[in-house]
C-alpha cells in the first residue's frame, strides 16, 4: 500500500503538474494550492515562493535515459526515448512537456536553455564524442525535438499517424543525416 503524500510533497507533484503542462508564467500559487487542497502560505514557507517551488520541482526531472547508454548505442536510445506512440490527449507532465512550455518563459526561459545546455547537449556531446562532438549533439537533440514537437504540438498527420517503428526508423535516418554534417 502506498504512503499518502505529505503536504509538501502534494505541493510539489500538483505544481510540477501545473508548471510543466501550462509553463511557469501561466500558473499562480493560488492555481497551485487550491489544487492541491492547502494554503497559499505553505509554498513560501515550504519553497520560498513560487520560483523555489519551480526550481524544486527541476530537482526531480529524471535522468535521459540514452545518456545512460553505452557510446555506441546512445543514438539508438536516444532515437527509440523520442518514438513512443502518438497521443493527442495525453497532457501528463514529462520532461520534454516542461521544455516546451518554459522555453519561451519570460522569467524561467534562461534556466530552461542552461538546463537544456547542461542536462542533455553537454553529457550527450561527451558520449558521441570526436572534434564535432557539440555540434554532433546539437543537431541530435534539433532532431528529436522538432519530430517530436511537429507531431505531438503542430500534429502534422503525416507523423502522428505512424506507428512507433516507422517513426524511429524515420529519426533514425534523419539523426544519422544530421551526424554526416
Known sequence: MMKPLTTKEKILETARQLFWTRGYSNVSVRDITGAAGVDAALVSRYFGGKQGLFEATLAVIPQWPALQAEPEHVIEEAVASFSHPFDPDCEEANPFTMLLANIIDPEMGDKIRDLVQIALAEPLAEKLGGDK?????????????????????????????????????????????????
Not at 505531438?152 to 517503428?165: E, G, I, V
Open 133 to 181: 562532438r557539440h555540434d554532433h549533439a546539437a543537431m541530435v537533440l534539433s532532431t528529436l525535438f522538432g519530430m517530436a514537437l511537429m507531431r505531438k504540438n503542430f500534429r502534422l498527420h503525416a507523423l502522428k499517424d505512424l506507428d512507433t517503428d516507422d517513426i524511429r526508423a524515420r529519426t533514425d535516418h534523419l539523426v544519422q543525416s544530421a551526424l554526416k554534417f
